[in-house]
C-alpha cells in the first residue's frame, strides 16, 4: 500500500468509540443477552426497543435514564410484553414515560404517541391472536390508545402552524395506520374458539376502524385552544359537510404539493419495507399468495408513478393517501403474518388499488381470494355511505 | 448460552471500532453511526439466539452494518437513493484495462495528503465510499467486498477504480 493510503488509514484510526460510548453500548449489550423473552405461549412479540425509535433525541441519555431507572435485562425485556405480562406495567408505564418526556417538540411528541397508539394496537393483535382478549384488556387497551390518538391530534395541530407538510404526513400515516390495525385485528379474531376474545377484538377493531374514519374525515383536528378564524371555519364546513375531503380546504396549491410530494415518499418507503417482509416471509407462504402479494405492492407502485406523470389534478393529495393507506395495510399485514405464524392473514385485504388483475383467476383459491376482496371493497363502500 | 455470550463479548471488544469507524465515514451525524453500530451487534445477538449459525463474525458484523447503512439511506430525507447509488454499468471498458493499471492508479496519490483525504472521501457518492472505505481502511479483500456487497469481484474492482479517480479528482480541485 502506497503511504497515501498508509496515512488515510492512519488518520481514520482516530475515529473511535470514547470510553464512555463503549462502556455504554457495552452495558446494553450485557442487558440484552441477560434477557429473556417472555415465555407464555408460542407466539413471540419480537421486541423493537421503543428506545430506538426516539427521532434525534439524545439516545445516548436515554439509555443511560432507563438502565439507571430500572437496571438492564428487566427494561429490554418488558419491551416484548403485552396486557397480562408481569413485565407489562414496566413497558407503559415506565419506558415509554421516559421516552414520551424527552419529546419536546410538537413534532416528536406527535410522532412518539402515534408510536405509543400503534403498540397498543399490536399489542391487541397479539391477544387476537392468541385468543385471550378480554373485556378488561380490551377496555384498557382501547382506553390507552385514545389517550395517544388524542395527544397526536393536538400535537399535530400545533405542528400545522409551523410545518404544515410533516404535519399532513404524520396525520396520513397515523389514519393508515389505524386502519390497516384494525383490519389485522379483525382477520385475526374471525376464526377464533373463545367467544369473549373474539367479541371483544371484533368491537375494538370497529372502534379503530371508525377512529381512522374519523380521522380521515376531519378537517383540522379538534383542539381546544384553535384561535385562527380560518380553523374555525373550515372546522364548521366539515361538521356540515361531512363528505368533504381534507385537501379542499389546504390553503396555497404549493403547498398542496410538497405534501403529496412527502406522502408519496412516505408511500414508497412502506412499500420497500413491505417487500423486505414478503421476502423474509416468501419461504413460508404459499406460491399463490406470495404472488398476489407481489401483484398487491406493484399495483400500488403503479398507481404512485401515474400519479406522478397526471399534470395537475385536484385530486392528487385524496389519491396519494389512498395509495398510502394500501401501502400501509399491506405492511402492516406482512408484519403481522411474520410474528403470527398460526393465522393465515395474506392475502390483505380492502387494497383498492387491486384494479384489474381481480379479473382474473386460474383456480378456486384464488377465485375465493377475490371474492373476499371485493366483499371487503363492498363494506368499506356501504360503510362510508352510511356514516354522516 | 454461555459460550455465545463469550463470544459476543468478544466480537463486540475487538470489532466495535472498526464497525464504528466504518458508520462514521459513510453517515453524516456520528450520533446515527453510533446507534447504528449497537443496532448492528444487537441484530447479530438476536440472530445468534434464534440458534441461527454464525459461521464468521467480522463479516456478517460488516454485512448486517451494511445493511442498516442501507435503510438509513433509504429512510433518509435529504438524501436519494441516486445520490448512493450511481450510474454503475459494470464496467464494461474498465474490464478490459490490465490488472495493475489500479496500481498505478494508486501510486499517483502520493503527492496527496492522506490525512486531509478524510474530508475528500465524505464527499465522495456513496457507492464509491462504501469500497474504498472498506478496501482501505477495513483492509477487506477483493473477494471479501465482493461477498459482502453482493457484486462479482470484477464489479469491485472497477468500482474501486472509479472511486480512486473520483477521489484524486476532488483532491486535485482542493
Redesign the interface.
Known amino acids: ?13 482516530e ?3 470514547s470510553e464512555r ?2 462502556a455504554l ?2 452495558r ?2 450485557e442487558s ?2 441477560r434477557a429473556r423473552p417472555p415465555q407464555k405461549s408460542p407466539i413471540r412479540v419480537t421486541p423493537s426497543p421503543i428506545i ?1 425509535f426516539i427521532p ?1 433525541i ?3 441519555l436515554a439509555f443511560v435514564l432507563i438502565l439507571a431507572i430500572v437496571g438492564g435485562g428487566t427494561a429490554y425485556a418488558a419491551e416484548g410484553a403485552v396486557p397480562g405480562d408481569f413485565l407489562y406495567p414496566i413497558k407503559v408505564s415506565v419506558n415509554e414515560k421516559v421516552v414520551a418526556a424527552l419529546a419536546q417538540s410538537a413534532e416528536s411528541k406527535a410522532t412518539v404517541h402515534a408510536r405509543f397508539a400503534e403498540r397498543r394496537m399490536q399489542e391487541a393483535e397479539a391477544l387476537s391472536a392468541r385468543g385471550t382478549m378480554t373485556a378488561e384488556a380490551k377496555v384498557a387497551l382501547e382506553e390507552r390508545f385514545n389517550d395517544h390518538a388524542q395527544v397526536v391530534e393536538e400535537a399535530v395541530a400545533a405542528v400545522e402552524e409551523e410545518n404544515p407538510i410533516a404535519a399532513a404526513d404524520i396525520s396520513a400515516r397515523f389514519e393508515s395506520a389505524v386502519g390497516a390495525h384494525s383490519a389485522v385485528i379483525a382477520r385475526l379474531s374471525e376464526k377464533g374458539e373463545d367467544t369473549e376474545s373474539r367479541r371483544e377484538s371484533e368491537n375494538l377493531s370497529r372502534t379503530l376502524r371508525e377512529r381512522g374514519r374519523r380521522l380521515a374525515r376531519a378537517e383540522t383536528p379538534v383542539a381546544p385552544k384553535v384561535e385562527r378564524s380560518r380553523a374555525l371555519e373550515t372546522a364548521q364546513f366539515s361538521a356540515e359537510d361531512a363528505t368533504m375531503t381534507r385537501s379542499a380546504a389546504l390553503p396555497a396549491d404549493d403547498t398542496d404539493a410538497e405534501v403529496v410530494a412527502r406522502i408519496e ?1 412516505t408511500a414508497s ?1 412502506t412499500l ?1 419495507e413491505a417487500e423486505a417482509h414478503l421476502s423474509a416471509l416468501r419461504e413460508r407462504l404459499g406460491a399463490t399468495t406470495s404472488a398476489r402479494t407481489k401483484a398487491q405492492i406493484s399495483n400500488i407502485r403503479g398507481l404512485i408513478k401515474k400519479l406522478h406523470e397526471d399534470k395537475g389534478g385536484s385530486s392528487k393529495k385524496g389519491r396519494i393517501e389512498r395509495a398510502l393507506n394500501d401501502a400501509v395495510t399491506v405492511k402492516t399485514f406482512l408484519e403481522a403474518q411474520e410474528k403470527f405464524r398460526e393465522h393465515i392473514l395474506l392475502p390483505a385485504p380492502d387494497i383498492e388499488s387491486n384494479g384489474n388483475d381481480d379479473e382474473s383467476g386460474d383456480s378456486d383459491t384464488q377465485g375465493d381470494e377475490q371474492k373476499e376482496g371485493k366483499k371487503g371493497w363492498k363494506e368499506k363502500e356501504e360503510g362510508n355511505s352510511g356514516e354522516d | 448460552m454461555k459460550d455465545i455470550q463469550e463470544l459476543f463479548r468478544n466480537a463486540f471488544e475487538r470489532h466495535s471500532d472498526e464497525l464504528f469507524r466504518h458508520a462514521s465515514l459513510r453517515l453524516p451525524d456520528r450520533d446515527r453511526a453510533l446507534e447504528l453500530t449497537q443496532e448492528c451487534f444487537l441484530r447479530a445477538w438476536q440472530y445468534a439466539e434464534r440458534g441461527e449459525e454464525i459461521r464468521e463474525i467480522r463479516p456478517f458484523l460488516f454485512r448486517t452494518l451494511r445493511h442498516l447503512i442501507i435503510d438509513e439511506y433509504r429512510k433518509a430525507k435529504s438524501f436519494s437513493l441516486d445520490e448512493m447509488l450511481e450510474d454503475d454499468d459494470g464496467g464494461q471498458i474498465e474490464s478490459h484495462l490490465p490488472r495493475d493499471y489500479t496500481n498505478t492508479l494508486e501510486a499517483a496519490f502520493d503527492r496527496f495528503d492522506g490525512a486531509r483525504a478524510v474530508e475528500a472521501m465524505r464527499e465522495l457518492p456513496d457507492l464509491y465510499r462504501e469500497v474504498l472505505a472498506m478496501r482501505y481502511i477495513d483492509s477487506l479483500t477483493i473477494s471479501e467486498i465482493a461477498a459482502l456487497v453482493e457484486e462479482s469481484e470484477n464489479v469491485v474492482s472497477v468500482r474501486l477504480h472509479r472511486g480512486l479517480k473520483k477521489l484524486r479528482a476532488l483532491l486535485e480541485s482542493e
Open positions: 500500500m502506497t503511504s497515501f493510503f498508509k496515512q488515510l488509514k492512519r488518520e481514520m484510526q475515529v473511535r468509540l460510548e463503549r453500548m457495552r446494553v449489550l440484552a443477552m430506538f434525534r439524545a439516545s445516548a415518499l418507503t420497500k
